[in-house]
Structures are given as C-alpha cells and as structure tokens.
C-alpha cells in the first residue's frame, strides 16, 4: 500500500515555473513507477511524465516535453515534476500515481494539486 501526497501547486504567470512534489509512505517506494497526470476543467485526465522504478528512465507526453521534467528522489521517497514555460492551457488538477513494474496500471493515486496559469 502506498499513500501520494501532491504539494506545490499555485497560481503563475504564464511562463512562470513551479516545482510540484509528491511524498509517499509506504514500504518499497523504489520498487513503484511513478507517474503525473492531469485534469483540466471539462476534459479527462491525461498522462504528462512517468519516471520508472529501476532505471529512472523518464517518458513524456509531447505536450510538455522539453519544458517539464520528472525526477525521483528514492531516499527521500518524493516525486518531482518542475514544470516551467507554464501556458494557461497547462491550467489543470495535476496528480501524482505509482504503479507496481509487474502491472499497466496505475493503482495508487494522490489527491491533487491544482496549477493555474494565468495569461
């Protein structure tokens, strides 16, 4: 079992940058791949970045790719996204999910953490 704390989320300029973190508790967070989705008003929630357990190798959607960066911080069980260049369609709840490597999906959520960009 894992419990996904989000923080850092605000409201920013566009072209302003933010950190979001997520925390986790539980046993074996290096074992877990984590991702960050988000939900804009109206819309479904998409995948932005995932960061794998044992490499660390990191994916993106093409919609943040060369402006977000996903990170992970094992000794501190902490996920990060710096998302910069922010853009009012960036405007959106942001989530922190984990994921056992042997399973597709993801089965661990976080509450959110809402990023408004203002143009």
């Known amino acids: 079992q894992v419990q996904l704390v989000e923080s850092g989320g605000g409201l920013v300029q566009a072209g302003g940058s933010l950190r979001l973190s997520c925390a986790a508790s539980?046993?074996?967070?290096?074992?877990?791949?984590m991702g960050w989705f988000r939900q804009a008003p109206g819309k479904e929630r998409e995948f932005v970045a995932a960061?794998?357990?044992?490499?660390?190798?990191?994916s993106y959607s093409d919609s943040v790719k060369g402006r977000f960066t996903i990170s992970r911080d094992n000794a501190k069980n902490t996920v990060y996204l710096q998302v910069n260049s922010l853009k009012p369609e960036d405007t959106a709840v942001y989530y922190c999910?984990?994921?056992?490597?042997?399973?597709?999906?993801?089965?661990?959520w976080g509450q959110g953490t809402q990023v408004t960009v203002s143009s």
């Open positions: 960061v794998s357990a044992s490499t660390g190798s990191t």
């Open positions: 539980g046993r074996s967070f290096s074992s877990y791949a």
């Open positions: 999910a984990a994921r056992k490597v042997s399973r597709q999906d993801y089965d661990y």
